[in-house]
């Protein structure tokens, strides 16, 4: 397929299957919190510590993976926990719950991810590694679409009673594990490389790279507060999830196109395209007062998402040495998670003590920031 390995179509449909789960908690997720009496600083608060504990995760665990020379591992403890806390937080009584089981569940991706890119980038040849890249976040939508208009589904039949839809989605997400049985390691000797010393080899590109990331992270905060926005201009939670599909479905289109359009022209160039796009969405949510605006924002957003999810791994991973992919993805994945918790924690004070415009103003601003140094101090690559 596409001329890409076993290992990278199993990777693929291991993360579609375990979006199917994901997917159905991901868009009830802050309804969930408000319904327990959290308000937007809660939402911000749970989104940016969840994010900040996967990501977090991800510079160890990619290190150790490198040290060890395998991965395979790190892909069954990962998708496995991330499982069993989502069966958890259909127990949840209160918003704190959620503050408590929602960062386990993340932990899980923290676990995974980056021995996962690493992983995808050993099984390619560079010239189509953006497609590879691509094609993970094409399967991980599909089963994203799938479980986004399960839960659609779901509410339109049990109404909000959003704890039986969790349960359903932990025991969903159990099912993509049975794939990882197929998974082969690449052949890697055992490295002792020490973390500091791993970190001290990244080349002073790398670093930069990271740095316009971190920037642009503190802008990208959780996707919780767009949800919340959608919701409370709808006021609908059926049309909000609906939407929400039209987003996962626009991803799943655009991914593979993406990954292709980088191996041939740059990943970095269209890594700033996808950028300048979402300060632009931003900015419409700031801006937004009608469903017809948040629709079409919320569209834009899909696209971007697709330009710069896939390519930001791929542009970490071209920039590496090849001994050092795994620690390199990890720093990526640190320092976007750390940014965002930030990011959320400023928006959603800035939501709470002002307006929602102030929030997403102070996205777009970040994201361009972001941007401007990616364009100025990072080398293209391509094949």
């Known amino acids: 397929m596409l001329g890409l390995s076993r290992n990278v179509i199993l990777l693929g449909i291991i993360s579609g299957l375990n979006d199917v789960g994901s997917e159905m908690l991901m868009p009830i997720l802050p309804l969930l919190i408000v319904s327990l009496g959290g308000g937007p600083l809660a939402v911000g608060l749970i989104g940016g510590v969840g994010?900040?504990?996967?990501?977090?995760?991800k510079l160890p665990s990619g290190w150790w993976s490198d040290r060890i020379g395998r991965r395979k591992p790190f892909l069954w403890i990962g998708y496995l926990s991330s499982a069993l806390a989502r069966l958890g937080l259909a127990a949840a009584a209160t918003w704190q719950h959620v503050l408590i089981l929602r960062p386990?569940?993340?932990a899980g991706k923290g676990i995974r991810d980056a021995p996962r890119d690493a992983l995808i980038a050993e099984s390619v040849a560079w010239g189509v590694r953006g497609a590879a890249f691509g094609l993970q976040r094409t399967l991980d939508t599909v089963g994203a679409i799938i479980g986004s208009i399960a839960a659609v589904m779901l509410i339109a039949v049990i109404g909000t009673q959003y704890q039986t839809i969790v349960l359903l989605a932990g025991a969903i997400s159990l099912l993509s594990l049975i794939p990882m049985f197929f998974v082969k390691d690449v052949s890697k000797h055992a490295r002792k490389i020490a973390l500091s010393i791993g970190l001290k080899a990244l080349p002073l590109p790398l670093r930069l790279y990271v740095?316009?990331?971190?920037?642009?992270?503190m802008g990208n905060f959780t996707y919780?507060?767009?949800i919340l926005r959608v919701q409370q201009l709808t006021g609908s939670v059926l049309t909000t999830v609906a939407l929400y599909v039209v987003l996962n479905v626009l991803m799943a289109v655009m991914l593979v196109p993406a990954g292709r359009l980088a191996d041939r022209i740059g990943r970095r160039n269209v890594l700033l395209f996808g950028w300048l796009l979402f300060a632009v969405v931003a900015a419409g949510f700031a801006l937004a007062t009608d469903m017809i605006m948040v629709a079409i924002m919320f569209a834009c957003y899909g696209i971007a998402y697709a330009l710069f999810d896939g390519n930001q791994r791929a542009l970490a991973a071209d920039l590496?040495?090849?001994q050092l992919k795994g620690t390199a993805l990890g720093t990526l994945h640190a320092a976007i998670g750390a940014s965002g918790l930030i990011g959320g924690l400023v928006a959603g004070g800035l939501w709470q003590a002002?307006?929602?415009t102030s929030a997403f103003m102070f996205s777009a601003i970040l994201a361009t920031c972001g941007a401007v140094l990616l364009l100025f101090a990072v080398p293209n690559t391509k094949p």
Not at 51 to 57: K, P, Q, R, S
Not at 211 to 217: I, R
């Open 211 to 217: 740095a316009a990331a971190t920037l642009f992270g």
């Open 224 to 226: 919780m507060l767009f």
């Open 104 to 106: 386990l569940e993340r």
């Open 320 to 322: 590496a040495p090849a």
């Open 51 to 57: 994010d900040m504990i996967a990501t977090g995760l």
């Open 354 to 356: 002002i307006n929602p």
